[in-house]
Structures are given as C-alpha cells and as structure tokens.
C-alpha cells in the first residue's frame, strides 16, 4: 500500500508564510499527478494546486501568485510554498497523489494523506 504523510501546516498572521510538505512510500513504482486540495468544516474540499509528474502546475484562481507547488521525484514528495496568506486560506490541506504501483500495468490509484491544519489569523 501507499501512505501520504504531510507536515508544515501550523498558525500563521495574515499575510506570513509556510510551507507544506506532502512525502509519500509504500509499494510505488511512479507517481503520475500530485496536488494539494484544502478543505473547510461544512464546505466540499477544493483544489488548490496540482502538478504533472513532468512538473507542470496549476492553480485556482483564489491561490495563484501566492501559493508555488513543487516535487521533487528522487524523494517522492510534493510541497506547497504557501506567502501572503490570507485568513480565507484557513482550513485543512490534504495532499493527493495518483500512484502506479506496478511496472506491468498503467494502472494508477488515487490516495490521500491524513492532513494537515492551516491556520491564518487576521
């Protein structure tokens, strides 16, 4: 099996920084998509950024030029530099990962970390 763990989250002021890091083991042979998704109590978890196994990005339109996301594939790990937070950006940030476990099959799965908390104050 495949575990996501990710760390960095914490309190922050308004317009700080910090950066998540979402690394990820297990029985993988490659990861294809990476990305970082953030969710709020009562709300549907959102998609905050994602990357290609090729390290091409994208955002939502509330993060971009903020928020970079990066990996580093020697390490299996994605992370998330996070500047100018707002209070808005308060909320759980989850890491994803689609993960070929095999060399014999383009099979992938999509797994999930257990999260990490993001706290902005104003």
């Known amino acids: 099996q495949v575990q996501l763990v990710e760390s960095g989250g914490g309190l922050v002021q308004a317009g700080g920084s910090l950066r998540l890091s979402c690394v990820a083991s297990?029985?993988?042979?490659?990861?294809?998509?990476m990305a970082w998704y953030r969710q709020v109590p009562g709300k549907q978890r959102e998609l905050v950024a994602t990357?290609?196994?090729?390290?091409?990005?994208n955002y939502a339109d509330a993060v971009k030029g903020r928020f970079t996301i990066s990996r580093d594939n020697d390490k299996n790990t994605v992370y998330l530099q996070m500047n100018s937070l707002k209070p808005d950006d308060t909320a759980v940030y989850y890491c994803?990962?689609?993960?070929?476990?095999?060399?014999?099959?383009?099979?992938?799965?999509?797994?999930w970390g257990q999260g990490t908390q993001v706290t902005v104050s104003s």
């Open positions: 297990g029985s993988i042979f490659r990861i294809n998509d």
């Open positions: 994803n990962a689609d993960v070929r476990l095999r060399p014999t099959t383009n099979v992938s799965y999509r797994y």
């Open positions: 990357i290609t196994s090729g390290s091409l990005t």
